[in-house]
């Protein structure tokens, strides 16, 4: 299935016609390329078609099209030569490549898909990635790129990496890959879209898609749209993150202030003006998903569907719970958008995923100093079911009462107004810190 899709930048009211059988054909051809799958599960007791890109290209994430992509678009614009696999990976391709330098900015996977073509071509590529980087990102991009790319480390997000990448090519005359803001990049990504289109066996009602800068909500709603325009697609956003919703309501491409960059591969303080551009006038609603809730359907896909994703691969499923009356008995696929995760965040995953199910509770007691009185606390406070997780205390011999941070973790949400009651009634004095989030997050981390 070779299509031309028109790729309308609305901001500029004009139309640029881009041939998506070029990025189709040539991806296709890739040494390493195969289209993901497009698998049914029982979510939730309901049959939902998963677009798993978790297994794209060994890089484990769709970025990978969009980066490739756009490297060898360049590369043909600039040895003006047709884009072809064979002509892409020829000597001589590769002997005028190695004068260029490639720079991207990425929070993982785009870095993933440059860092895979740089090592390919023998060229040199820069990656800057943000400090709070999950270091298994870190470590597979190094793996694909090798010895030809440079991995920089600035900043705490991505918006600080992209400014200083921007920067330095600036300066250095490089080459700059935009991870999201680029219609080869967009067209790349827009692939995804025609590989569902092909393996649907029947006409899609809702499309969910992971949205952080917007460029696989931008390439996979201009491919619907125009060849399966009945598809109602759906953006969701980290509730943390929220800057597609922001812009489209605001009429304007908004920068955030701040954001929660827990789920670092669509934690944006600000999308693309293309993506933007076309987003607007393509997707039909945005969800915004709470980082805990992502959280908990990381741990359940894990245990239940034995599925490894990264939050940002989370954000569609997670979803579905906020759409389940409009999607009843619908055709419905999800992307699940990469499978990076870094087992070394596991414990904060199942914290974030206990805090927002109301299963994990931090209090600040005044406790008596003096012998027996954890013992009371424990016997005539808590439930059977209920369990002390956290327990900091410092003894003070010149107070009758001492501060002790007391963590707890409930089989069922509603004890909580039971440990509460019994805490005032036995005199305990108390400060709930699971709703003063700067405490908590100072005392806890």
């Given amino acids: 299935m070779l299509h031309k899709i028109n790729y309308i930048d609305h901001m500029k009211t004009s139309t640029i016609v881009l041939d998506q059988a070029k990025p189709t054909a040539f991806l296709s051809a890739c040494p390493v390329y195969k289209p993901t799958p497009l ?4 979510i939730h007791d309901k049959p939902i078609w998963i677009k798993d890109e978790g297994q794209r290209m060994r890089l484990g994430a769709f970025k990978a099209l969009g980066g490739v992509y756009a490297v060898a678009q360049l590369i043909a614009q600039k040895t003006e030569m047709d884009l072809d696999v064979n002509k892409f990976l020829s000597d001589e391709v590769k002997h005028i ?8 900015a990425s929070a993982g996977n785009h870095a993933q898909g440059v860092a895979y073509s740089c090592n390919l071509l023998q060229i040199k590529g820069v990656i800057y990635m943000p400090k709070t980087t999950p270091k298994q990102k870190i470590k597979q991009v190094q793996q694909f790129g090798k ?12 918006d600080d990496a992209f400014s200083t990448a921007i920067a330095a090519c600036e300066k250095d005359k490089s080459i700059f890959i935009h991870p999201f803001d680029d219609l080869k990049v967009i067209a790349g990504q827009g692939t995804v879209g025609l590989e569902i289109l092909e393996s649907a066996k029947k006409p899609i009602d809702y499309l969910f898609v992971p949205i952080g800068g917007g460029g696989l909500a931008a390439g996979l709603s201009t491919v619907f749209k125009q060849l399966n325009h009945n598809t109602k697609i759906i953006g969701v956003e980290p509730e943390g993150a929220p800057s597609m919703k922001t812009s489209i309501a605001n009429n304007k491409n908004t920068v955030l202030e701040s954001i929660d960059k827990f789920v670092d591969g669509a934690a944006v303080k600000q ?3 293309i993506t933007f551009s076309i987003c607007k006038e393509n997707l039909d609603d945005i969800i915004l998903v709470p980082e805990g809730k992502v959280c908990t359907t990381i741990l359940r896909l894990y245990n239940e569907e034995a599925m490894v994703v990264e939050p940002a691969g989370a954000l569609t499923i997670a979803a579905l719970d906020f759409y389940k009356e409009k999607i009843r008995g619908k055709n419905v696929v999800c992307i699940v958008s990469g499978s990076n995760n870094d087992i070394e965040r596991t414990e904060e995953i199942k914290e974030r995923s206990l805090f927002y199910e109301g299963l994990k509770h931090y209090f600040m007691i005044q406790f008596p100093q003096r012998p027996g009185a954890l013992k009371e ?5 808590l439930g059977e079911n209920d369990d002390i997780t956290y327990f900091q ?4 011999n010149s107070r009758e009462v001492g501060s002790v941070l007391v963590g707890l973790e409930l089989k069922n949400k509603e004890d909580i107004h039971a440990i509460k009651s019994n805490m005032t009634s036995h005199g305990f004095e108390y400060r709930y810190l699971n709703e003063k989030e ?4 100072q005392l806890i981390g």
Avoid at 147 to 158: A, C, M
Wanted: hydrophobic share 45%.
């Fill in 271 to 273: 999308v693309g003006e």
């Fill in 97 to 104: 490549a190695k004068k260029m330098t490639f720079v991207c």
């Fill in 147 to 158: 010895k030809y790319v440079e991995i920089i480390l600035t900043g705490d997000t991505f």
């Fill in 39 to 42: 698998y049914k599960e029982l």
């Fill in 438 to 441: 700067d405490l908590y997050a």
């Fill in 393 to 396: 205390f410092a003894k003070k």
């Fill in 377 to 381: 606390f424990v016997n005539t406070i």
